[in-house]
């Protein structure tokens, strides 16, 4: 076990070390050639080199330029690109010669140079994959690897790329439907401080001249101006480091993660679009890692991250401990209390007819038209109680700056 352990703790050292090396020279033809190697140093990339019969002429070390990254999207059209082309019967380097060529983002185009000089320097692809964690998680690793021993990597990467396309929609709607009020309320926020900082001053210096007293309403807002003229930085700081702090919070410390995913899926609006979409990603990747042919307890070490909420990941942990130990399924995910009975029955079905994946996919796409629905309603929602909102916000505070001026029309 330590051996082990010191074995893998010194690879991750050697590739920290390492770096991307660009170099040039002349192959055995004397043609002109050049490429990149990731390498811990130059001299090891022309030794390298040299062994492939490569006279090199230069060898320098890469500068990785700034602003652009590579996304979700990337990896998505990148997979997609890639089964196609594999199913067609184009080579594998090739295949990454094409993509890398065309992608559109220079950060891409890096990445999968790094993976293509690596596999044709004897690394499988999902090892390729595996040196680039930020893109391409365990899950991805897993299926091409399962592919690639099982020799149907072509077939595996069309399931993969349809897997990533479902999650990559059903994260969209969620965005989308978490924008349009989150959107308002800050416009509304912005809107609020405006009015507070500069257009209630002009107002109260009039109504210093009325010489009268002035309605409660009023006076509540002057004061409350009065307070944001005088401490604006204070409040918008306090907000920012708020939010910021938060933020941190909860990408750093799981603690932190699995109270806010408790809070997301009780919420009283959003909580149920929430979970629909949880148990749509959970059903989805189990169903896709399943049906590639991985054992049932290793697919589900990777299933709970793929759920995207800590509550299922805590779930899934016990679920693979029961299953492990001999429970079914079915019975281990009833023992965890977060799924509806319409799932428990469609796994059960599938456990008894040998049809897991099959019913685990019918489930997911059962959960995935649920959650359009939900954000279609959510937006019929939401629009006529945002509306009351703002109007109530911002009518209030005109209507206290109007008073005044109404009662002093009255007495005219």
């Known amino acids: 076990m330590a051996t082990a352990a010191t074995t893998k703790a010194a690879r991750k050292v050697a590739a920290a070390k390492e770096a991307i090396f660009q170099w040039e020279g002349k192959d055995k033809n004397g043609k002109l050639v050049r490429g990149e190697m990731r390498a811990a140093g130059e001299a090891l990339v022309q030794m390298t080199l040299r062994r492939q019969g490569i006279v090199v002429a230069k060898v320098k070390k890469r500068t990785f330029r700034r602003g652009s990254t590579v996304k979700e999207k990337d990896i998505v059209l990148f ?83 349809t897997y990533k396309e479902k999650i990559l929609a059903i994260k969209g709607k969620i965005k989308s439907a978490m924008f349009y009020p989150v959107s308002v309320v800050v416009v509304a926020i912005i809107v609020t401080a405006v009015i507070m900082i500069f257009v209630i001053p002009q107002f109260k210096s009039i109504f210093k001249s009325f010489g009268a007293d002035l309605p409660a309403p009023t006076v509540m807002v002057i004061a409350m101006s009065d307070f944001f003229v005088a401490w604006w930085y204070v409040i918008f700081g306090a907000i920012g480091a708020g939010i910021y702090g938060l933020l941190a919070a909860w990408k750093r410390s799981e603690k932190v993660q699995i109270v806010m995913d408790r809070l997301l899926l009780k919420a009283p609006v959003f909580g149920d679009l929430v979970r629909k979409a949880t148990i749509a990603r959970w059903t989805r990747t189990l169903s896709t890692m399943f049906a590639a042919g991985v054992p049932l307890v290793e697919a589900l070490e990777s299933v709970g991250g793929a759920a995207g909420n800590h509550v299922y990941k805590i779930a899934t942990r016990q679920i693979q401990g029961e299953v492990s130990t001999g429970t079914s399924l079915t019975v281990a995910m009833q023992n965890a209390n977060v799924f509806p009975t319409m799932v428990l029955q469609m796994v059960s079905i599938g456990e008894e007819s040998g049809q897991l994946d099959t019913m685990l996919s019918k489930v997911a796409d059962f959960f995935e038209r649920e959650v359009d629905d939900s954000v279609d309603a959510l937006s019929s929602l939401l629009e006529p109680l945002i509306m009351v909102f703002l109007g109530t916000l911002i009518g209030g505070l005109v209507i206290a700056m109007y008073l005044p001026i109404f009662k002093l029309g009255a007495v005219v």
């Open 79 to 161: 997979t997609r690109q890639l089964a196609t082309m594999m199913k067609a019967g184009v080579p594998l380097l090739q295949s990454f010669d094409i993509v890398a060529k065309g992608a559109a983002n220079p950060a891409v185009g890096r990445m999968l140079t790094d993976i293509r000089n690596d596999v044709e320097t004897g690394s499988s692809l999902s090892q390729a994959f595996r040196a680039h964690p930020a893109q391409f998680d365990s899950l991805y690793c897993n299926l091409v690897a399962a592919g690639e021993q099982a020799g149907i990597l072509d077939a595996l990467l069309d399931r993969l790329a």
